[in-house]
């Protein structure tokens, strides 16, 4: 059953991983949690566990998305945030109530409540986008190179010169778009 979405694209910063479950938003936009089942696969990979979510839920979820898609955009080109979407994402700061846990293994895990754990989880992303966007981490967001994706995502790397949002897929085929260019440039 679950081949038929699309995969996810797994980053190391939270927040931006879950803005790149939309991905080539200028061009042909692939969204990669169609339905409330997917959005559970996805908060599990990142420990955020969760048994069930609703069509309202994943609505819940988009918006939150998107609103992070669009404060980071404005962030990344030092644009003033949009008031609309950083309403959305303090929301969603403001209602969940998850718990950071410290195990015994000195790792840190998410104890979501048991009423509303969807909330929860878009909770500790929402937290997640403010660090980010507030500037407290160490990287830098920048825009993804492609033309037709131009997600917002954070630079982690030590030179701060990543261009694109996932090597794997934007990366790779803009190095492929400029080989051939060339290729044809030489043949003619
Ligand atoms: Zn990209």
Redesign the pocket.
Known sequence: MRAEFPDFRLDTVLATSFTGTL?ERHGNAVERIPTPRRLVDWLALYGLTVDTCTPAQLDLARELRESIHAAATAAAIQDALPPAAVQVINDRSAQGQASAILTPDGERHWRLGAASPVEDALGVIAADAISIIAGERDGRLAL?G?PT???A?FDTSQSRTRR???MN??GNREKKARFNANRSKLSS
């Open positions: 991905s993804c492609s994706c131009q997600a995502f694109w949002c996932d897929t934007c």
